[in-house]
């Protein structure tokens, strides 16, 4: 089975072309899966349903939660499908079987006066305040996740058209900056960053203050320490700029296709949770102008 995993991973990297982050995912739940079978002395390819379905309550059964056992059936399908095709199996033991049922949890989202507040706290009185101004209103104004932000180049952004170019994962997509972001994102590449960065060479857009590419750990960082400064309670991560991001554009009448293109979904399912938070919005609008409201 090893090495029956390790082609299939190969394949993965070079024909599906997955990103690390996702193969280190396939990694884990398969090698996962290889243990159990290696353990119950079974062969790989001769599991039957049942068998499938035992390696499921096993899991439930060591504490596993719904969310972790869906992804690792779905890599065990994955698995089998490459061997059916193969035909190194006769039959995808994982046929019909069913994943079990995640409840969705609801993003935490910022409302509009609780980001404004977050993005007034950086003030350009220094480098950092400058970077951290850009930084804040940029992941703000695209709604980019925080691997991406912090991955970007100077040259992914063209300050004179006022759109950033994202690449993940060899797929990309073009994002318009909006003008309060634009402007805060001129002052640090202008006045900040030159002075931050100690070799000439550096390409990242964002750096630290040792002139570096920023971690997704100094970002998480810098926006708890303005979370604080706001008095805010709530939880604020990256990822919950990106959700507030998505919620504010649908709730001022964005379309859900053009959120979905921003976003970077490859699903609209994943872009169409937002809509609940238009409800609201839409029961504000109905009462004020339906004259039998």
Same mark, same amino acid.
């Given at each position: 089975?090893?090495? &029956?995993?390790?082609?299939? $991973?190969?394949?993965?990297?070079?024909?599906?072309?997955?990103?690390?982050?996702?193969? &280190?995912?396939?990694?884990? /739940?398969?090698?996962? $899966?290889?243990?159990?079978?290696?353990?119950?002395?079974?062969?790989?390819?001769?599991?039957?349903?049942?068998?499938?379905?035992?390696?499921?309550?096993?899991? #439930?059964?060591?504490?596993?939660?719904?969310?972790?056992?869906?992804?690792?059936?779905?890599?065990?399908?994955?698995?089998?499908?490459?061997?059916?095709?193969?035909?190194?199996?006769?039959? /995808?033991?994982?046929?019909?079987? #069913?994943?079990?049922? +995640?409840?969705?949890?609801?993003?935490?989202?910022?409302?509009?006066?609780?980001?404004?507040?977050?993005?007034?706290?950086?003030?350009?009185? /220094?480098?950092?305040?400058?970077?951290?101004?850009?930084?804040?209103? $940029?992941?703000?104004?695209?709604?980019?996740?925080?691997?991406?932000? +912090?991955?970007?180049?100077?040259?992914?952004?063209?300050?004179?058209?006022?759109?950033?170019?994202?690449?993940?994962?060899?797929?990309?997509?073009?994002?318009? +900056?909006?003008?309060?972001?634009?402007?805060?994102?001129?002052?640090?590449?202008?006045?900040?960053?030159?002075?931050?960065?100690?070799?000439?060479?550096?390409?990242?857009?964002?750096?630290?203050?040792?002139? #570096?590419?920023?971690?997704?750990?100094?970002?998480?960082?810098?926006?708890?320490?303005?979370?604080?400064?706001?008095?805010?309670?709530?939880?604020?991560?990256?990822?919950?700029?990106?959700?507030? $991001?998505?919620?504010?554009?649908?709730?001022?009448?964005?379309?859900?296709?053009? +959120?979905?293109?921003?976003?970077?979904?490859?699903?609209?399912?994943?872009? &169409?949770?937002?809509?609940?938070? &238009?409800?609201?919005?839409?029961?504000?609008?109905?009462?004020?102008?339906?004259?039998?409201?």
């Amino acid at each position: 089975m090893e090495e &029956q995993l390790n082609l299939f $991973f190969k394949f993965l990297e070079e024909e599906k072309k997955v990103s690390t982050n996702t193969l &280190q995912s396939y990694k884990r /739940d398969l090698v996962q $899966f290889e243990k159990y079978v290696e353990e119950n002395e079974e062969n790989y390819n001769k599991l039957t349903g049942e068998e499938i379905k035992d390696y499921i309550k096993y899991m #439930q059964q060591i504490g596993k939660k719904a969310s972790t056992i869906s992804r690792g059936l779905a890599s065990i399908r994955s698995f089998y499908q490459y061997e059916t095709k193969n035909k190194n199996v006769e039959k /995808d033991p994982t046929e019909g079987i #069913q994943s079990p049922k +995640i409840e969705k949890r609801v993003p935490s989202v910022l409302t509009s006066n609780e980001v404004e507040l977050l993005l007034e706290q950086p003030k350009n009185v /220094d480098l950092k305040g400058t970077r951290d101004k850009a930084m804040l209103e $940029f992941a703000y104004a695209t709604g980019m996740r925080v691997t991406e932000i +912090i991955s970007l180049n100077l040259e992914d952004v063209n300050t004179e058209t006022g759109y950033v170019t994202c690449r993940n994962n060899k797929k990309e997509r073009t994002i318009p +900056i909006g003008n309060m972001s634009l402007k805060a994102l001129k002052e640090y590449i202008s006045n900040a960053r030159p002075t931050m960065i100690k070799d000439e060479n550096e390409k990242a857009l964002f750096v630290n203050v040792n002139g #570096q590419r920023l971690t997704r750990q100094g970002f998480w960082k810098i926006i708890k320490y303005y979370k604080e400064q706001a008095h805010i309670e709530k939880d604020i991560t990256p990822h919950v700029l990106r959700h507030s $991001f998505a919620t504010h554009l649908l709730q001022n009448g964005a379309d859900l296709k053009s +959120i979905q293109t921003m976003l970077g979904h490859s699903d609209i399912l994943s872009t &169409q949770i937002y809509m609940q938070f &238009q409800d609201e919005s839409l029961k504000n609008i109905y009462k004020k102008a339906h004259p039998r409201a």
